[in-house]
Structures are given as structure tokens and as C-alpha cells.
């Protein structure tokens, strides 16, 4: 067999492992750059990929998100945190841009939070909540979790959620900086997550049940890595349960500084960015300081 021949069968050998390895999963993102997904409400430099994988700064905080909405689907991904206690999440059946007063987009999440956050909670308040694998709806999404979704006082929920978080039936991640591995698998309006190989929570009766995935930034720097996704058969999801589309309604702020606004010569410092508000200084007397779009 001649050499350039050898080389041939070998490369189209490995291209069919690699097709059986994945088992139709697709990479979500390219190694490159952040095509196919859109910033929902973050700076320009929140997000961005680094030596092959997803970086964020976790400042401001908000969401990148993907460009189309998916229904029903086998989600995988790496993070780690950079920090101890480190918070970030991944939305589910998202919506295309943050809900009303809030910074993060209506969905189901699915925490991800380091460990060194518990060390700074109050020991004297209820635990609703622990460092990762949490799965529940935020701002208008609901869902009928699975396991044990009560807090850790014995009372149900807690204010924004009503009881309806799952709580993992163990504690499977790994600490800042180690990486922990997500399989989240979203099927006719169910979710389950597995942590490090072991499904630990989910939820039923997930609403909505098709919509926008989404990465979150929360306040510290997180890495997410080996994102791929498998599609699955549709299940016939309604209008009435599918996310609004993109409308194209954009932020006009980016969370971090007044980039695109402009203000009178020495009020500069009147007007200041505060994560995603944006705050007047009225001390001085100058509640009129006018602030307004460069476009």
C-alpha cells in the first residue's frame, strides 16, 4: 500500500470514530470566536473564548445566549470556576432578552456555583440553595421539580421560586479550579441534569419547554469548555409553550460604563454604572443632569 494511501485510510478511520464518538452531537461553539451566539445584555468584553474555551469575566451581570431556540436536546459542557465561590448558571427554554427589572433572562436554570460560596452565607438563615446542581425557574417560568424540593430548614421554597427547586441528591462537583462536567437533557417539557456522571436533579411540566439556551454571568470569572449539543425529535410544542422570538430588541447599556451615552461637559461623574442600573448623584443638586444616546 503506497504511503499517501495509508495516510488516507487512517484519516477517513479516525473521521469515523469521531462521527460514532459523538453520537450526533455538535460543538457549540468553534474555538474562535462567539458565532452562533448572541450577548443578550453583557459588556462587549464579558464574554469571549481564550485558549479554545469560553471565558467570562462574570462583570456584568447577564447572559450570552444562542442565536435559535431549541426544543428538545442532550446538552453538554465543562465549567469551572476561577475564584472560590464563584456564581454562574446555564438557562434552559430561555427568553431572547433579560426579564423586566431583572438582569437575567426568564427560564429554568441550572446553578453553578462554587463551594467557597457557602462559606460566606450566614449560618443563622435558611439554606435554600446549595453550591451547584440546583435546577429551578426564575422571573415567570415554572416547573414541578423532582426529589427533594424543600430548603434545608423544612420549609418550601423560598421568595421567588415557591417551593419549585430541586435540590441534587448529592453533592457530586469539584471546587475552584477543578472542572465539572453537565449533561443536561431537556425532553417534552422535562429536565434532568447529571453532575460528574449522575443524574442528581430536575423538574417535570417545565414551562416554557422550547426557547433560547444560555450562558450566565454572575459576578465572578467562570470558564465553560467541550459544549456540544444532540438534538432530539420534536414532540410538537405549542406556541403557548415555546419562548418569544428575537425581536431585535437590543440593551442600550452595557452594564460597565456609559460607552454610547453622552452627558453635559463636567457632569461626568454624576451619572455612574452600578452592575445593570444606572444611578444618578443628586447630591449636588443637579437632579436635571441630562443623559442620553450617542445614536
Known amino acids: 500500500m503506497k504511503l499517501t494511501t495509508l495516510f488516507t485510510a487512517l484519516a477517513l478511520s479516525l473521521t469515523f470514530l469521531h462521527a460514532a464518538d459523538d453520537e450526533g452531537f455538535v460543538p457549540m461553539f468553534n474555538s474562535k470566536d462567539l458565532s452562533?451566539?448572541?450577548?443578550?445584555?453583557?459588556?462587549?468584553?464579558?464574554?469571549?473564548?481564550?485558549?479554545?474555551?469560553?471565558?467570562?469575566t462574570g462583570i456584568p451581570t447577564g447572559a450570552m445566549r444562542t442565536e435559535k431556540q431549541y426544543e428538545n436536546f442532550i446538552m453538554?459542557?465543562?465549567?469551572?470556576?476561577?475564584?472560590?465561590?464563584?456564581?454562574?448558571?446555564?438557562?434552559?427554554?430561555?427568553s431572547p432578552i433579560s426579564a423586566p427589572g431583572v438582569p437575567f433572562l426568564r427560564g429554568i436554570e441550572v446553578q453553578v456555583l462554587d463551594h467557597g460560596y457557602m462559606k460566606n452565607a450566614d449560618p443563622k438563615k435558611p439554606r435554600w440553595f446549595t453550591t451547584h446542581g440546583d435546577v429551578f425557574p426564575i422571573h415567570g417560568a415554572t416547573m414541578e421539580p423532582h426529589g427533594d424540593h424543600?430548603?434545608?430548614?423544612?420549609?418550601?421554597?423560598?421568595?421567588?421560586?415557591?417551593?419549585?427547586?430541586?435540590?441534587?441528591?448529592e453533592d457530586r462537583s469539584k471546587p475552584s479550579p477543578e472542572w465539572n462536567h453537565y449533561r443536561i437533557i431537556g425532553n417534552n417539557g422535562t429536565l434532568t441534569l447529571a453532575v460528574n456522571g449522575k443524574v442528581v436533579s430536575g423538574g417535570d411540566k417545565c414551562f416554557w419547554r422550547k426557547g433560547y439556551l444560555?450562558?450566565?454571568?454572575?459576578?465572578?470569572?467562570?470558564?465553560?469548555?467541550?459544549?456540544?449539543?444532540?438534538?432530539?425529535?420534536?414532540?410538537?410544542?405549542?406556541?403557548?409553550?415555546?419562548?418569544?422570538?428575537?425581536?431585535?430588541?437590543?440593551?442600550?447599556?452595557?452594564?460597565?460604563?456609559?460607552?454610547?451615552?453622552?452627558?453635559?461637559?463636567?457632569?461626568?461623574?454624576?451619572?455612574?454604572?452600578?452592575?445593570?442600573?444606572?444611578?444618578?448623584?443628586?447630591?449636588?443638586?443637579?437632579?436635571g443632569t441630562p443623559l442620553w444616546s450617542e445614536t
Open 36 to 56: 452562533g451566539w448572541v450577548n443578550a445584555n453583557c459588556a462587549p468584553e464579558t464574554w469571549s473564548i481564550k485558549d479554545g474555551v469560553v471565558s467570562c
Open 76 to 94: 453538554e459542557c465543562e465549567w469551572r470556576h476561577l475564584t472560590s465561590g464563584g456564581n454562574s448558571g446555564v438557562f434552559i427554554w430561555g
Open 150 to 169: 424543600s430548603d434545608h430548614s423544612g420549609h418550601s421554597g423560598h421568595s421567588g421560586h415557591s417551593g419549585q427547586r430541586s435540590f441534587p441528591s
Open 214 to 287: 444560555a450562558l450566565e454571568s454572575e459576578g465572578a470569572p467562570v470558564e465553560f469548555g467541550n459544549v456540544r449539543i444532540k438534538e432530539l425529535p420534536s414532540t410538537g410544542t405549542t406556541a403557548a409553550d415555546t419562548a418569544p422570538p428575537d425581536q431585535g430588541w437590543k440593551h442600550l447599556y452595557n452594564g460597565l460604563d456609559l460607552r454610547g451615552w453622552k452627558v453635559p461637559a463636567g457632569a461626568e461623574s454624576k451619572w455612574k454604572a452600578s452592575t445593570w442600573n444606572l444611578k444618578l448623584d443628586s447630591t449636588s443638586g443637579q437632579e
